[in-house]
């Protein structure tokens, strides 16, 4: 069925079709005219453009995908029935953070560099501060993001620390989506109408609309991140507890680093970077965890499925030459 999903203020998610401007049907009335419970109705709609009405909250749009928040947990990877009971408790919004959240459509395009392998006897300190050697190829990205904005301030804040500082502002859509370029991979000219042209990046802008996927993965995968609230409040914690150990330590005097300018002598000059012993703990926890979770479901599928088990490379399909 063709037509737009709307996120309304009143917490209901709603479907207008493309051949009647008139009228939006609550999604979950248009469920029950089905002959049965479809468990994957929703999936129907993931492809489908989606409009944030003016004023409509984190908090109700949230709410208004309550009916589906197993399948949606499934399918993000995150606790969507933790986050829903979360917005519904009560709680203060902060007076200090941001004003309205973004969801935005970004794209990028910068030269490939040609990482070589670490030396035998190389650190990471040396290693990450080799001169690169670029590349013949280009990196083309692009991600949804969501974040949040004040009035007075160009900086993007997180949205993943407390929900409920978050939960009652507005969500807005951005209908322009930026492509970047580095200055110094020269790939446009100076000059051309409609391309803005800052210090560190060259943008160009077209209209853009979100589908209902992108922007369910932008608030929970890009916005609020982690797999829980209560997941978020844990490392939000530890950080803040890491923050105050640095703080009170009286063997390290901390200096407020000076803003450089353009044409300050260290930012031509040559840099290198320096790692601590511990900058790498986290990850190295994380993948360990993730290899054991591995190996033990390697050796389950062994024991009970009578499918062979493929060892070695799979080579992927490649066009056939002529």
Known sequence: MEGR?????????RFKSDFD???????????????????????????HPVVIEQGTTLAAILIAVEAWQDLLTALLDRDVAAYIREMKKPAPSASNGPDWICIRRHSAV?????????????DLNDYFSRELAPADDFDIETECSAFGIRFDSAQHW?????IHDIKNLPVVIDNRQALEFLPQDGLLQKGVTGIDYDTHRHRLYSETELSFRELLEAIFISGLFYYSPAVAEHNTRQLQQLLAER??????????????SEDDPQIAGEFSIEFSEEAFDSLTAHNRQQTEEWQALKKRCRQYSGLPVRIGNIAPARPPEP
Do not use: K
Not at 28 to 47: E, G, H, I, Y
Not at 247 to 260: G, N
């Open 110 to 122: 910068v030269r490939s560099y040609q990482y070589l392998q670490p030396g035998e006897e190389e």
């Open 5 to 13: 999903l709307y996120f309304c203020a009143d917490q209901i998610l």
């Open 158 to 162: 997180s949205l993943s620390e407390n």
């Open 21 to 47: 401007d008139a009228t939006a049907l609550p999604l979950l009335s248009v469920l029950r005219t089905q002959p049965a419970d479809d468990p994957w109705f929703l999936l129907r709609f993931f492809r």
């Open 247 to 260: 703080d009170e330590d009286p063997d390290e005097e901390q200096e407020d680093a000076e803003p450089l």
